[in-house]
């Protein structure tokens, strides 16, 4: 029942006229935060631990405080671990994650710090932009080829909480 009346954060970003002014930078890197804290307790606090599959927009849900909760998960766990997840979405066996479009687009903008360019249009850039270079460098190492660079769940959430707690 705790899920009944949320909206799912795809409607917030792609379908509702008045997202963008609802998910200024703050609400956006809360929600960011509370989807990694999920992650996280998929990741290690269940026994078997599990692993999403596929994380995307319309698999995060806010409630009326827009704070994120991660859903759809599912069995993904009983599955076998060659067919877990979808193609860029799973990397636990070091796949590389140049096979999605998304990456391979955005990775050149991050790298040229072309902010403008990746970011909803109707966002309101900060003026202190060093959190944002900050949670483009967590999402770059994210999404590296490079398995040893990688950081854990929980580096991430650290790292997003302590960007929270700044930004407030």
Known sequence: MEFVGMVCLDFYLHQNPDGASLLDWNHRLKIAAGAARGLQY??????????????KASNILLDVKFCARVCDYGLSFLAPKEKRGLVGYVDDDGRRCDEGFLVKWAMPLIQEMRFS??????L???????????LTKVASTCVSNSRKSIPSISQVTTILNNLVIDST
């Open 42 to 55: 998929l990741h290690e606090g269940v026994a078997p631990n599990i692993v999403h599959g596929c994380v």
């Open 124 to 134: 309101v850039i900060p003026h202190d932009i060093r959190p944002l270079v900050r």
């Open 117 to 122: 360019e990746f970011l909803d249009p109707r």
